[in-house]
Structure formats: structure tokens, C-alpha cells
């Protein structure tokens, strides 16, 4: 919390239209890059470890195809402002896969 609002003064005070579209529309790619890891891990959690892997690693390929499409999509038809949408998409994937490991964590444990 204290880290969003770190960033909203510099973002809203000294960014442009442009990239403040970016800024929103990698964090709705990333929201959804979230939210299929996470119905991939649900799906597939108390299937075989070879059906979970397949699932999980398989998906995690797949969703970052369709980010990659998604990015080329809205930056060579949209124009969106590359490099602020390709900024947030690295920072939010990087949290968001440390959130998926954390759930992992916490799944496993309580499964036990």
C-alpha cells in the first residue's frame, strides 16, 4: 500500500495520457496473467504431479504468449507507449509470480 502511493504522486503528476494508458493496461494484462495462474494451480492441485506440471508450466508458457501477443497487439495497432507498458508488465510479473509461488507454498503445506 505504502508503495502505490510512493508511486501515484510521480506517475500523476509527470506522465502523459499515453503513458498512463500503459501503465493501466500492463497492470489489466497482469491482473489476468494472475488470475489463469491461479485457476491453473486449482485445476490441476490434486491431479497427478505429472498432470499438476503440465498444467502449471505448460500454462505458464501459454500466458506468456498471450502477453507477448497482447504487448505486440497494443503497441503496433493501439500505439501504446511502449516502454511504460513493458515497465509495468516486468514489474508486476515479477510480484505476481512471487505471489504464485507463495500460494504454492501455502497450498502444499496445508495439504499436508
Same mark, same amino acid.
Request: proline content about 2%.
Given at each position: 500500500?505504502?508503495?502505490?502511493?510512493?508511486?501515484?504522486?510521480?506517475?500523476?503528476?509527470?506522465?502523459?495520457?499515453?503513458?498512463?494508458?500503459?501503465?493501466?493496461?500492463?497492470?489489466?494484462?497482469?491482473?489476468?496473467?494472475?488470475?489463469?495462474?491461479?485457476?491453473?494451480?486449482?485445476?490441476?492441485?490434486?491431479?497427478?504431479?505429472?498432470?499438476? #506440471?503440465?498444467? *502449471?508450466? %505448460?500454462?505458464?508458457?501459454?500466458? !506468456? &504468449? =498471450?502477453?507477448?501477443?497482447? /504487448?505486440?497487439? #497494443?503497441?503496433? *495497432?493501439? %500505439?501504446?507507449?511502449?516502454?511504460? !507498458? &513493458? =515497465?509495468?508488465?516486468?514489474? /508486476?510479473?515479477?510480484?505476481?509470480?512471487?505471489?504464485?509461488?507463495?500460494?504454492?507454498?501455502?497450498?502444499?503445506?496445508?495439504?499436508?
Amino acid at each position: 500500500m505504502c508503495t502505490a502511493a510512493l508511486t501515484y504522486y510521480p506517475i500523476s503528476e509527470f506522465a502523459t495520457r499515453e503513458v498512463m494508458h500503459s501503465i493501466i493496461a500492463g497492470s489489466i494484462m497482469s491482473l489476468a496473467n494472475l488470475l489463469l495462474g491461479y485457476l491453473a494451480i486449482e485445476a490441476s492441485f490434486e491431479r497427478s504431479h505429472t498432470t499438476f #506440471l503440465k498444467y *502449471v508450466l %505448460g500454462g505458464m508458457v501459454g500466458r !506468456l &504468449m =498471450l502477453m507477448w501477443g497482447a /504487448f505486440l497487439l #497494443l503497441i503496433r *495497432v493501439f %500505439g501504446f507507449h511502449p516502454a511504460s !507498458l &513493458m =515497465l509495468t508488465l516486468l514489474f /508486476f510479473y515479477v510480484m505476481n509470480l512471487g505471489l504464485e509461488i507463495y500460494y504454492l507454498q501455502k497450498r502444499v503445506s496445508t495439504k499436508k
